[in-house]
């Protein structure tokens, strides 16, 4: 099985650049996949899509998430990748959270 690493090297080259890679990143990201890997992992604190009806009550909805004013994908997926004390810290790669990330722009309104 062959690997997109376009995304990871987007990461690396806007990182270099001091930007986030929220072009690059977004274009190859799988939103539909992203859905999927909320649902599996990030579901049991966030509400992730409508149908969920409960989730932990300090945390935001995805839906919340994506329509601040500061949104970006590109600062989303960054965030992923990074250790928070507030968060358990998923392995995930930089496609996943792309993917995920570009989900959580799909809510957008």
Known sequence: MRR???PF???VA???A???FDT???LAADAAHGGDLARRWCAACHIVNAEQKQASADVPPFATVAN???FSAGKIASFLLEPHPKMPNYPLSPNEAADIAAYIASLRK
């Open 18 to 20: 001091g930007v986030t």
């Open 9 to 11: 090297l987007a990461l």
């Open 4 to 6: 997109d690493f376009r």
């Open 14 to 16: 806007s990182m270099a």
């Open 68 to 70: 601040r004013g500061d």
């Open 24 to 26: 690059a990143a977004a």
